[in-house]
């Protein structure tokens, strides 16, 4: 088949790090490393759209549109098949990266970056991404960076930034039952990617289940054991989203059963400033735990940590995810860092920033607990520092006018909905004139 007029190639270059695109005669002359039609995704993550098999066939993006159900994507399960990319994902990455890229200098036109958080219970992040990328269609260019803080869905962002695969594994969820649980797999097994909510997080448990003093950090334990025997040498740890209490315990006996951690290194992304020993104070009752099931908790702690070989009482973020973050830092000697700023720059978000003209972020609540270094607040700082005005699209906020302030928002608008997204979006474009 001859390659159409208006067909593109997309591909990445030798160095793996920019965006190129030929026309099919260019194509010819310079053959890609990998020949494949590509949509980029992030700044080193790519959409492999369609096979190319032989030189000069191309796929133009109408055809693209028409069979986006069925392509395959990075974030495969590899046990389950190709994963799926929906229809809208896939024209956005069309209509905004190729079609920018095509007139020109895609930095030259850029003016939105568009990096939301998930909004818990409703849309992921790259959905709440997508949606307000829909509305805002009208803006020269979009960069669709979809983030995460340390919480549930980090490990698809890190995925989608890093490249990488997903692998499951039977585990124990918090209550000791068998589940199948992913792991990301990034650089042929040298890093891993844990996310604690996918083995021991509240959301597998109905609420009639919450068992804040009986839940147990075993199957977090066990996924770190399976990415040691994936080959992994360094374990990136998202602590939240847990429905535990336990200070790391289950995971340190599920380490040490599967052999110790074998000299690889564990960084943990915490959401939070919790010292450890304030962890049920804090968390219990949302895990369920009424206030003389806290004081156990607190106690119980308060054993453990005289038990570990360093003291993580004190300490700042060693109260994620029930104590966990503190219990493989006292035992392992495990980095913790403020996940939303470690997130960031695994997307490469500065590097962004500076071309966009605008930012629009988001979660699903704005409350105290922003200001304490989730997704939101590290993106408002960077933007004050780069003086570029930046929009926050939420499912609701409880902060007061000072605590607004602190973010210092050029705008706040209140959407939860699909079409709330996507008008927000249109109107935030609109606005920008």
Same mark, same amino acid.
């Given at each position: 088949?001859?390659?159409?007029?208006?067909?593109?190639?997309?591909?990445?270059t030798?160095?793996?790090?920019?965006?190129?695109?030929a026309?099919?005669?260019? =194509?010819?002359?310079?053959?890609? !490393?990998q020949? *494949?039609?590509?949509?980029?995704?992030?700044?080193?993550?790519?959409?492999?759209?369609?096979?190319?098999?032989?030189?000069?066939q191309?796929?133009p993006?109408?055809?693209?549109?028409?069979?986006?159900?069925?392509?395959?994507?990075?974030?495969?399960?590899?046990?389950q098949?190709?994963?799926k990319v929906t !229809?809208?994902?896939?024209?956005? &990455?069309?209509?905004? &990266?190729?079609?920018? +890229?095509?007139?020109?200098?895609?930095?030259?036109s850029?003016? #939105?970056?568009?990096?939301?958080?998930?909004?818990?219970?409703?849309?992921?992040?790259?959905?709440?991404a997508?949606?307000?990328?829909?509305?805002?269609?009208?803006?020269? =260019?979009?960069?669709?960076?979809?983030v995460?803080?340390?919480?549930?869905?980090?490990?698809e962002?890190?995925?989608?930034?890093?490249?990488?695969?997903l692998?499951d594994r039977?585990?124990?969820?918090p209550?000791?039952?068998s589940?199948?649980?992913?792991?990301g797999?990034?650089?042929?097994?040298?890093?891993?990617?844990?996310?604690?909510?996918r083995?021991?997080?509240?959301?597998?448990?109905?609420?009639?289940?919450?068992?804040?003093?009986?839940?147990?950090t075993v199957?977090?334990?066990?996924?770190?054991?399976?990415?040691?025997?994936?080959?992994?040498?360094t374990?990136?740890? $998202? @602590?939240? *989203?847990?429905?535990?209490?336990?200070?790391?315990s289950?995971?340190?006996?599920?380490?040490?059963?599967a052999?110790?951690?074998?000299?690889?290194?564990?960084?943990?992304l915490a959401d939070?400033?919790?010292?450890?020993?304030?962890?049920?104070?804090?968390f219990?009752?949302?895990?369920?735990?009424d206030?003389?099931?806290?004081r156990?908790?607190t106690?119980r702690?308060?054993?453990?940590? +005289?038990?570990?070989?360093?003291? !993580?009482?004190?300490?700042?973020?060693?109260?994620?995810?029930?104590?966990?973050?503190?219990?493989l #830092?006292?035992?392992y000697?495990?980095?913790?860092?403020?996940?939303?700023? #470690?997130?960031?720059?695994?997307v490469?978000?500065?590097?962004?920033?500076?071309?966009a003209?605008?930012?629009?972020?988001?979660?699903?609540?704005?409350?105290?607990?922003?200001l304490?270094?989730?997704?939101?607040?590290?993106?408002? $700082?960077?933007?004050a520092? @780069?003086?570029?005005p930046?929009?926050?699209?939420?499912?609701s906020?409880?902060?007061?006018?000072?605590?607004?302030?602190q973010?210092?928002?050029?705008?706040?608008?209140?959407?939860?909905?699909?079409?709330?997204?996507e008008?927000?979006?249109?109107?935030?474009?609109?606005?920008?004139?």
């Amino acid at each position: 088949m001859h390659a159409e007029a208006n067909a593109l190639y997309f591909y990445r270059t030798a160095r793996g790090d920019k965006f190129r695109i030929a026309r099919p005669h260019a =194509a010819t002359r310079k053959e890609p !490393p990998q020949l *494949g039609v590509y949509v980029l995704v992030s700044p080193t993550a790519w959409l492999h759209v369609r096979p190319i098999e032989n030189r000069g066939q191309a796929c133009p993006a109408a055809a693209l549109r028409c069979t986006c159900e069925s392509l395959p994507w990075s974030g495969a399960r590899r046990s389950q098949g190709p994963g799926k990319v929906t !229809p809208c994902e896939l024209s956005l &990455y069309i209509d905004r &990266y190729v079609s920018a +890229d095509a007139r020109g200098d895609q930095a030259a036109s850029l003016s #939105w970056l568009i990096a939301p958080d998930k909004f818990k219970g409703t849309h992921s992040a790259r959905e709440a991404a997508v949606a307000i990328a829909r509305g805002a269609g009208a803006a020269d =260019a979009l960069d669709i960076c979809p983030v995460a803080d340390g919480g549930e869905g980090t490990m698809e962002i890190l995925l989608g930034a890093l490249g990488g695969v997903l692998i499951d594994r039977v585990v124990h969820d918090p209550l000791g039952r068998s589940i199948n649980a992913a792991l990301g797999i990034v650089n042929d097994g040298a890093l891993a990617i844990v996310e604690v909510a996918r083995a021991s997080g509240l959301g597998l448990l109905s609420p009639s289940e919450f068992d804040a003093e009986g839940a147990s950090t075993v199957g977090t334990g066990e996924l770190i054991a399976a990415a040691l025997n994936e080959g992994a040498r360094t374990v990136v740890i $998202a @602590a939240g *989203g847990s429905a535990t209490t336990d200070g790391g315990s289950g995971a340190i006996q599920a380490i040490e059963a599967a052999g110790g951690l074998r000299s690889a290194k564990l960084i943990v992304l915490a959401d939070v400033s919790t010292p450890f020993e304030r962890a049920a104070e804090v968390f219990g009752p949302q895990k369920g735990a009424d206030p003389s099931a806290v004081r156990r908790l607190t106690l119980r702690l308060q054993r453990q940590a +005289d038990a570990l070989p360093r003291d !993580p009482r004190g300490v700042p973020m060693t109260g994620a995810a029930g104590g966990l973050s503190g219990g493989l #830092w006292a035992r392992y000697d495990a980095t913790i860092v403020p996940g939303a700023r #470690w997130v960031l720059d695994a997307v490469g978000f500065d590097e962004r920033l500076g071309r966009a003209r605008a930012v629009i972020t988001g979660e699903g609540r704005l409350d105290s607990t922003t200001l304490e270094g989730k997704a939101v607040f590290e993106i408002a $700082a960077r933007c004050a520092r @780069a003086g570029v005005p930046v929009h926050a699209v939420v499912g609701s906020s409880a902060l007061s006018a000072a605590e607004s302030a602190q973010l210092s928002l050029t705008s706040i608008r209140d959407a939860s909905s699909t079409p709330d997204l996507e008008a927000a979006g249109r109107a935030l474009a609109a606005q920008a004139g």
